[in-house]
């Protein structure tokens, strides 16, 4: 009998578990300075937060073409980058996926998404998967909130755009709205951390 309820709370936690992702494991931490990168834009040139010299910040999001999640959030994205780009803090969304794993993620594809759904920001290719590693996402989408300063772009916020991925018009708390409006006004962002729902990156 106690052998049976413990493989049942053991699979309890393993199943719990399986739908729990820790932030950024290895990656980024709010506080920590996100270094710059040069990633080749669907209009074929080369895009670094550098680039962006009048920006205050910037809604960096790990995204891709296939993930159901992503897709989910497209019209949320855009809608991120039409409200802010004019505040200062335009999005810059990234495909982390290796495209020898799912072809639906590949370069060529990014620049059809993109046209099919008139993404006004850039969406830059990962090209070896060197990028995704340093922020420490894991899963498409995940968003990390930047905030320029002298010493350099600082991680202000990771994790996910609001709390429910299924239905927009369901959302109770749109994290990464709340946490940009919050550095505009100079104020503390009541919540820096947030769990990501998505598909895993695909290395």
């Known amino acids: 009998m106690k052998t049976a309820k413990f493989t049942l709370m053991f699979f309890v936690v393993a199943l719990i578990s399986a739908f729990t992702v820790s932030n950024n494991d290895g990656g980024y931490k709010v506080g920590d300075l996100a270094t710059d990168f040069k990633l080749k834009n669907i209009d074929d040139k080369m895009v670094s937060l550098k680039d962006y010299k009048d920006a205050k910040g910037f809604i960096v999001v790990f995204t891709c073409n296939h993930c159901p999640f992503a897709v989910a959030y497209e019209d949320r994205i855009i809608a991120l980058d039409k409200k802010y780009k004019a505040l200062g803090y335009p999005v810059i969304a990234i495909n982390p996926n290796n495209p020898e794993i799912n072809a639906d993620d590949s370069f060529d594809l ?8 008139g993404f006004t920001f850039p969406y830059l290719f990962d090209d070896g998967q060197k990028i995704y590693p340093q922020y420490g996402a894991t899963k498409t989408p995940y968003v990390y909130v930047l905030k320029k300063t002298k010493q350099g772009n600082r991680v202000e916020y990771i994790g996910a755009i609001d709390d429910n991925h299924s239905d927009e018009s369901a959302v109770k708390n749109k994290y990464v709205e709340a946490a940009v409006d919050a550095l505009l006004k100079n104020k503390e962002i ?14």
């Open 190 to 203: 009541e919540i820096k951390n947030t769990k990501a729902i998505g598909c895993s990156i695909k290395a």
């Open 110 to 117: 990014m620049k059809v998404r993109a046209k099919e759904k």
